[in-house]
């Protein structure tokens, strides 16, 4: 079967069953491997390799400080647990944690901003042959870097917030009802309910806002009307996604881990020249699986967005049909002889 360029809107906007939107995953990454990897590797690999050193770093600094740690504690006595707390507080403001922390945010707003960012710049490119640059990605991820990151915590404080609401309508009215444990019980369901609703709603909250360029509050509400009625095949299509990211996660971890694990067994290898470089190299290959792997579930959200946008909305039909009348519009006509020209033909 041929597979889509992707270079054109009727690529993106169509409808798909759940099983083409996996599909169209892989061959999205399939038709634009060079350009989009060319993007990642020059935007968000730096980073990772960055938050990987200071991980690997941290990991060995951590397998040393638990053994330790084990044996303080062992001996007992509030002074040696006073020096155990001290050594994990000075583990928390070393250098290490906070760059393999801020590192991790930072490199996973660079890695949805260049993947989307790409996808939309390719989908809004007028020449279908046209290529989307580095440079013009990089232009995308700058200007939209502190909104992104503003948004993650926006989006963080609004899923508190309304927890917290229901959580207290629900807890008054447990109280007002003498503690009855049927109405603690539909408290607690009610809550995991509206989180998991909202966060496969809000799963498409990047794509929105970078494709529809809607302001915060616009974007959710964008996100729950889109959804609406479509819930259980937007969170299929993510537990089926992080699924297999996660194994083949689970893979890399594995394979790095008998990488590193000979030469981090005990403290003193941990510590260790080597111990360190190992620790170092593991998680520099973990966090470069991170780049490759999780482009997959972004893609997949997009698609289903992409889909979502078509059913409702049918943007991809018009596209098209604007496009048929252009090609008519275009075709040339004949002035030598027409119907209503007198003479032989």
């Given amino acids: ?48 390799l960055l938050q990987g050193i200071a991980g690997g770093l941290l990991q060995a600094r951590m397998g040393g400080l638990f053994n330790t740690w084990k044996t303080i504690v062992s001996r007992g006595g509030a002074s040696n647990q006073a020096e155990s707390l001290q050594r994990l507080s000075n583990m928390i403001n070393g250098p290490e944690y906070w760059v393999a922390i801020l590192g991790s945010l930072v490199s996973f707003t660079l890695l949805i901003l260049t993947v989307y960012g790409y996808l939309v710049l390719r989908l809004e490119k007028e020449d279908p042959l046209e290529p989307v640059t580095v440079h013009e990605v990089w232009a995308l991820v700058k200007r939209r870097f502190a909104g992104t990151i503003l948004s993650f915590f926006g989006l963080t404080l609004v899923l508190i917030l309304s927890v917290l609401a229901i959580g207290m309508v629900l807890g008054l009215a447990t109280a007002f009802l003498r503690g009855n444990p049927f109405m603690v019980f539909v408290t607690i369901f009610a809550i995991y309910a509206v989180m998991c609703y909202a966060m496969v709603a809000l799963s498409l909250f990047f794509i929105v806002q970078l494709r529809e360029r809607k302001g915060f509050f616009a974007t959710i509400g ?90 409702k909305e049918g943007q991809g039909l018009h596209a098209l049909v604007d496009t048929i009348g252009a090609q008519l519009e275009a075709v040339p006509t004949s002035r030598s002889y027409q119907p209503e020209d007198e003479g032989e033909y």
């Fill in 1 to 48: 079967m041929a597979h889509l360029p992707f270079t054109r809107p009727t690529d993106f906007l169509r409808e798909r069953e759940f099983g083409r939107k996996i599909e169209a995953s892989f061959d999205f990454v399939r038709a634009h491997f060079r350009p989009l990897g060319k993007c990642l590797m020059y935007i968000v690999l730096p980073l990772l």
């Fill in 222 to 311: 964008r996100c729950f009307t889109l959804v609406w009625g479509k819930w259980w095949s937007t969170f299929g299509l993510i537990f089926i996604m992080l699924l297999l990211v996660g194994v083949l996660a689970f893979v890399v971890l594995a394979i790095t881990s008998l990488i590193s694990s000979p030469f981090t067994m005990t403290p003193e290898q941990a510590q260790s020249v080597l111990g360190r470089v190992m620790s170092v190299v593991a998680a520099s290959l973990n966090s470069v699986s991170t780049m490759a792997l999780y482009p997959l579930l972004f893609l997949a959200l997009a698609f289903q967005y992409f889909n979502l946008v078509e059913r």
